[in-house]
């Protein structure tokens, strides 16, 4: 099977810009998970989403967006960009059912995101 | 609600063993624990669910305390392959995901 794709690999903004990254989950998996990726903050959980509903949300301002398409692609939005959104922002795909976080996700290799 | 992870960071020499402990101060419903190598994505190594349940790789083990809303990640045997970052993941009742603070593991010859 192919694994969690995202896209673009690396992207450079400016402030006040806006951005969206693609997630392309496991064929099969219905729900995905965003996260956010710091040094200083480590992982940040965005949002999850399943069967193209939001299921849970992390305490991110709503400057930060996503939505599920039928076929489980996902795509996440940032507006107004700040130069603390800067960071790699990665996304998982699961099984789903019972809910993402209780299943194993698999990662992909993420989106660096750069804001000048 | 982000669980702490001890330590922050160890140093091992192959063969030597390690434990890694994740504290969450929420109910916890399943804890989960993944490695990331350097510029590389997390990678699945455990779940542990309430009321016992484990699912994971053969040659890692892990605990889960559900009272006490703590886990520990034993890594025995250690070799240079299990050098990386290892979070705790916790996912609370209320059906929240937060990832742990990291511990940085080093193996060395």
């Known amino acids: 099977k192919a694994g969690v794709t995202q896209t673009p690999r690396y992207l450079i903004k400016t402030r006040g810009q806006q951005v969206t990254l693609s997630c392309s989950p496991i064929?099969?998996?219905?729900?995905v998970s965003w996260y956010q990726q710091t040094p200083g903050q480590g992982l940040q959980f965005l949002f999850e989403?399943?069967?193209?509903?939001?299921?849970n949300k992390g305490n991110f301002p709503g400057r930060f967006s996503g939505r599920q398409f039928s076929n489980s692609r996902s795509e996440m939005n940032v507006s107004t960009l700040e130069l603390g959104d800067s960071a790699l922002y990665l996304c998982?795909?699961?099984?789903?059912?019972?809910?993402?976080?209780?299943?194993?996700?698999?990662f992909g290799p993420g989106t660096r995101l750069t804001v000048l | 609600q982000q669980p702490v992870q001890s330590p922050q960071a160890v140093i091992l020499r192959e063969g030597e063993d390690a434990v890694i402990n994740c504290s969450s101060s929420?109910?916890?419903?399943?804890v989960h624990w993944y490695r990331q190598k350097h510029g590389e994505a997390p990678v699945f190594l455990m779940i542990?669910?309430?009321?016992?349940e484990q699912k994971g790789h053969e040659k890692i083990s892990a605990s889960f305390n559900e009272k006490k809303q703590q886990s520990s990640l034993y890594l025995t045997a250690s070799q240079l392959s299990y050098s990386g970052t290892y979070f705790c993941?916790?996912?609370?009742?209320?059906?929240?995901?937060?990832f742990g603070t990291g511990t940085s593991l080093t193996v060395i010859p």
């Open positions: 998982a795909s699961s099984v789903g059912g019972g809910g993402g976080s209780y299943n194993e996700q698999f």
């Open positions: 064929s099969g998996h219905r729900s």
């Open positions: 989403y399943f069967s193209e509903t939001q299921r």
């Open positions: 929420k109910a916890l419903y399943s």
């Open positions: 542990l669910l309430k009321g016992g």
């Open positions: 993941g916790t996912a609370t009742t209320g059906n929240q995901f937060y």
